[in-house]
């Protein structure tokens, strides 16, 4: 469950940047702001679930065997 909570998270807070890229793309060069946002949005997702497996994943503590 944390898991999907933390990619939701990033991808909503990647997708929010990647829109207002996308408006300020489009007021310089119309016709390229889609595939830029496209390209932007496939990479998030990718990108965010990397992350997201990354965050979550369990950290290894090392066990130490007692003296004989």
Known sequence: MK???????????????????GLAIEEVWPAGSLPIFLGLYFAILWGAWAAAVRLTEPKITSVTQPAE
């Open 3 to 21: 898991l999907i909570v933390y990619y939701v998270g990033l991808v909503l807070a990647c997708d929010v940047v990647a829109v207002l890229l």
